[in-house]
């Protein structure tokens, strides 16, 4: 299986020039190779609407042919970029299709600021005391603060603003299964952010909030500034920093608690919410994402994954509506104590949706061998916002 370890790296100001105009060249060559083959699929959609003789069966350009193309006809910008880079730019755009075809959006053209990562996926890089050599850009320097496990099978390099890191994706063994003793079941609610079964709450970081004012606060003086001046850009930058601020605070606190699981449960069960249909609900939206619960799941699987641990997931109906009796207990948002008028149970009613969350049978595993075709599920929401291939 694999696990991916990332890096900060260091460029030097004329290596930041040239991984900068590696991601524009890396950009452009996706956005080309995508206007092909969309073009082509628009053919092909004629073609078959009117079924005209001369114009014979649909054709479909694939990734051989773009790269095949790529090697006749390279610019000169191309030709300062490592070659396998280009191939895998490619292979992007390939991927894109392929999900399209699995039920995720239509391949979107990528602008500046969403393109930010290029791969070297298969060689083309060393590790080298403290540096990093990257072929066509040079030695980089990077700080290992933790030890990578397995084979390194490949290497992307991501470009945050103004920061650079590397992530290495390393083949890692499969883990032996072990046998579940211990369980939970994690309710996930907008006041409290989690509990779990045994009636233990966890809250969302203060932190959070102080950053998530500071955001509103950036976002009123954005506001104030004069369309396409100096100090618009600068303050969009200063926000953009604030979001990164926010997104590495949410990420180390579910890094956190999804610590916290795996090591104390063998299984953990969560509602099997749909992400996608939720955060469409604007509503809703904020405080899912406030939540951060999406993530938290996501790494409790990944984290399970690597310990042999397993995550499972539940019907979420009626969890908040019924008793662990299974007598029906409706109560709407404001009601925060269950009472069962059939077994008497009182207990607070987070506890009591944790309670059932975990005895209930579950829909979907994640176990060692199924994380990747939840993981497609799970990613649906956030795929249509990144680069593919990422
Ligand atoms: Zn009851």
Redesign the pocket.
Known sequence: MRKTFQFRIYPGRKQEVVLTRTLITCRHLYNNSLAERKKQAELNRLKKTFDVFPWGKPEWINKYDQMLDLTATKTSYQKEVFSQVLQDVIKRVDRSFKNFFNGFGYPRFQGRDRYNSFTYPQSGFELEDGKLILSKIGSVRIILHREIEGKIKTCTIKKDIDQWYVSFSCEIEEPVPVEVKTRTGIDVGLIDLITLSNGEKIEPSKFLRVSEDKLRHEQKRLSRKKLRSKNRNKQRIIISKVHRKIRNQRNDFAHQISRMLVDNYDLIKFEDLQIQNMVRNHHLAKSISDAGWYQLMNFTEYKAAYAGKFVEFVNPAGTSQT?????P?PKDLSVRVHR??????VMGRDQVSAKIIEIRPSICTVGTTGINARRGLLNRGSMQRKAPGL
């Open positions: 008793c662990i009796c299974g007598y207990v069962c008028p059939s077994c008497g149970l």
